[in-house]
């Protein structure tokens, strides 16, 4: 053989020995996406997602502006007594504003505690969003009118809900998509694996977005995994995943919108992983001191999502001084609204405890409703 | 009348229910091309399609939250576990979503799903089959639990908990499901609610649920013998519960055994005990006892008779109700020491 016949045949054997892996296209980005610069400059794109629109990104902003606004709120409704906690999600707006905005008022959002900004970037009602942390019940809004499942205490038992709808949907004719946020404690969750897998099996329309705030309470992203990002869970279930700068707003907004076409177009679910940061405390009653430094902290204050978005609109012309006033008066005023009414402790009904156990009140329901009406009459009385 | 099995009757109820209702859907481990491992949903997935009933990943946490999913977008999963221990991983999706999601939301969310739990044990299974769980949905506000002791009931009960606008924990007595029995279905029985006197008895009232059942019946005919007519009710639905048949028996004859087949301790049939001493006080003349399994792991198959109350043990009960008026000598304060 001449030297370029066993070159030839040695190249033969490596494409032989390599074909094409379709598990390739489930695996994220190597780095994940980003559009905007720490300073909001339009990076060259290695990658072909769609820029989202103007006009699109004006809205996030606006929504953003409000979301911190009304977050920063909750934390000061905390501190007079209005509210028994607030987890806050300051620096998670890109994250809580792109998840709304990349679905349709139709689909359904499958939110935890931490997610606030995301329901009332859905035009919730902030009172009725904030009713389980004021405690004058669990969950404020209704459900089935919002598209919005409870916010999800018990970490991750939502993946498996947003699987089954978006089947149940689908099961039905309608092209409903279910966005499930979790965060990266979690994705440890075993029904973050359960939730993931029945969707892939079923091709049920999900898009599972992990906000990676690099924390779960106190606890540090390296103790939840050993795997090069989260995203790198997609692939062990046959769910293609992305990963994105979760504090770049346009990133985040054009990997969502893809990742929720991908579902509705009968694919199946998709992960999303957004590289993020939690700017406060788990709660107002933590003290994140305890478990990482202030440096680290300052050096996200860097990578403020907001700051960018405006930066970049300004930059193109698409934001001026007068508007950006406009939407900080409207975020004011928002705010205002939210304190006046959330001002008096709202009226509770002690014998509403027993209304929504079952459909039907059972005997022994009722029967207990009747001591505490007896009771309540006795303290009146005694009151009198 | 046509002789018939429990395991078939459940299976008409779902094979009924799915064809009155469109939004019926079965699924679990194994239900689909098999009919499940005591085909109870055999020819559903052939006679419906496989979108109407079919298999899962193997995952019980899994089954039910997608079931919580799936009835949030107004369908009626009927789901089966396939062991009671195997149900076990789905606690936390039965106990903080399924049972809570109507009050959470005030009411504007349900989720009527029934959750089919085979039980309990006699059937020779080895360890994790034999499970008696129903305390632990039994304590779990938000949910009903039912649990069918007759072929009529294994069909009328489930049909019912179909239609239900609650989540049902549908508790099958595995021991049970191949007895023959003569019955036409389809059939509707009692309400949940409602239990049944299933034998009329003048002397004490056992009172059963489930597996327990057809051993409080033996129990009562092997009665005869020693001259006591007892009474047998069976509870049927554990939630709601039916004090009133209950009471109103156990004031007739005066005396009650409670016979429940899982461990005692923190049980069913200590609330029951409880709720019929506080109800008829003044009309017993013993305490009420109950009969129950043992406070341990259920045993291995060779050693479970020693571990199920049978009649034997239900009979040395009913011979402790103080027929002679003597208190039980086991629970007389000791005497030692008290002369010092």
């Known amino acids: 053989m001449t030297t370029t016949q066993v070159q030839r045949a040695a190249a033969g054997r490596r494409r032989a020995a390599t074909p094409p892996d379709p598990a390739h296209a489930l695996l994220p980005s190597p780095e994940p996406v980003r559009m905007l610069d720490e300073r909001g400059t339009r990076l060259p794109t290695a990658h072909d997602y769609p820029e989202p629109s103007v006009e699109a990104l004006v809205r996030m902003y606006r929504r953003m502006v409000i979301g911190r606004r009304f977050d920063v709120q909750a934390t000061a409704l905390t501190k007079q007594g209005r509210l028994a906690v607030y987890p806050s999600s300051r620096g998670q707006e890109a994250c809580q504003v792109g998840a709304v905005l990349a679905v349709r008022d139709t689909d359904w959002v499958f939110p935890t505690y931490r997610d606030s900004v995301a329901l009332v970037s859905r035009d919730i009602d902030p009172v009725e969003v904030l009713t389980l942390l004021r405690g004058d019940w669990h969950c404020g809004y209704d459900p089935t009118t919002v598209h919005t499942a409870p916010q999800c205490t018990p970490l991750a038992t939502q993946c498996v809900h947003a699987a089954g709808l978006a089947y149940g949907e689908a099961h039905q004719g309608r092209d409903t998509v279910a966005m499930a946020l979790i965060g990266d404690g979690a994705t440890s969750e075993g029904d973050f694996h359960e939730g993931m897998n029945f969707a892939a099996v079923f091709k049920a329309p999900v898009v599972y977005f992990v906000q990676n705030n690099r924390y779960a309470i106190s606890v540090p992203l390296s103790r939840q995994t050993a795997a090069p990002s989260l995203a790198y869970k997609g692939i062990g279930y046959g769910v293609p995943a992305e990963q994105v700068d979760g504090n770049d707003p346009m990133a985040v907004l054009a990997v969502l919108t893809r990742a929720v076409e991908h579902a509705r177009a009968g694919r199946g679910p998709y992960l999303v992983e957004a590289h993020t940061y939690r700017m406060e405390p788990h709660t107002n009653a933590d003290d994140a001191t305890r478990y990482r430094d202030a440096a680290e902290v300052d050096a996200w204050r860097d990578r403020d999502p907001i700051a960018r978005l405006e930066a970049y609109l300004r930059a193109t012309g698409a934001l001026d001084d007068a508007t950006v006033a406009e939407v900080s008066a409207e975020a004011e005023a928002y705010a205002a609204d939210l304190r006046t009414r959330m001002h008096d402790a709202p009226a509770v009904d002690p014998l509403s405890l027993f209304d929504h156990v079952y459909a039907e009140p059972t005997p022994q329901l009722r029967e207990q409703r009747e001591q505490v009406r007896a009771e309540l009459d006795a303290d009146e009385e005694g009151d009198a | 009348m046509a002789a018939t099995t429990m395991a078939k009757a459940l299976n008409a109820a779902l094979a009924d229910a799915m064809s009155a209702d469109d939004r019926v859907v079965v699924f679990g481990e194994d239900v689909g091309q098999l009919g499940g491992v005591f085909r109870i949903t055999d020819g559903l997935q052939a006679r419906f399609g496989d979108r109407r009933c079919f298999d899962t990943p193997l995952a019980e946490a899994g089954i039910v939250g997608f ?59 080895v360890e994790h089959h034999c499970d008696s769980s129903e305390a632990y949905y039994a304590h779990t506000p938000g949910l009903k639990v039912v649990t069918p002791a007759t072929v009529v009931d294994a069909y009328s009960l489930l049909r019912e908990a179909i239609e239900d606008p609650d989540p049902v924990v549908f508790m099958e007595p595995k021991k049970l499901y191949f007895a023959g029995a003569e019955a036409s279905l389809p059939v509707r029985a009692e309400p949940f609610g409602r239990a049944v006197v299933r034998r009329s008895g003048r002397d004490a009232t ?22 006591w007519d007892l009474e047998v009710v069976d509870c049927r639905t554990l939630v709601p519960f039916d004090d009133e048949t209950i009471a109103a028996s156990v004031r007739r004859t005066g005396r009650c055994v409670v016979i429940q087949e899982a461990q005692g301790f923190a049980g069913v049939g200590a609330e029951i005990a409880w709720r019929i001493q506080e109800r008829c006080f003044h009309a017993l003349h013993a305490p009420v006892l109950r009969v129950s399994g043992l406070d341990i792991p259920y045993p291995a198959p060779m050693l479970e008779h020693t571990h199920l109350p049978g009649v034997d043990r239900v009979l040395d009960a009913v011979a402790r109700l103080q027929w002679d008026d003597q208190p039980d000598p086991r629970w007389l304060p000791s005497l030692e020491g008290s002369a010092a």
């Open chain 2, 206 to 227: 056992l009172v059963a649920y489930g597996p327990s059942v057809p051993v409080a019946l033996a129990a009562a005919e092997a009665a005869r013998d020693e001259g």
């Open chain 2, 67 to 125: 079931a919580v999913g799936m009835a949030m977008s107004g369908l009626r999963p009927v789901v089966e576990m396939q062991f009671d221990a195997f149900a076990y991983p789905a606690f936390e999706q039965i106990a903080s979503h399924v049972a809570k999601l109507r009050n959470r939301t005030r009411g504007a969310l349900s989720v009527p799903i029934v959750i089919r739990v085979p039980y309990a044990g006699g059937i020779g299974g």
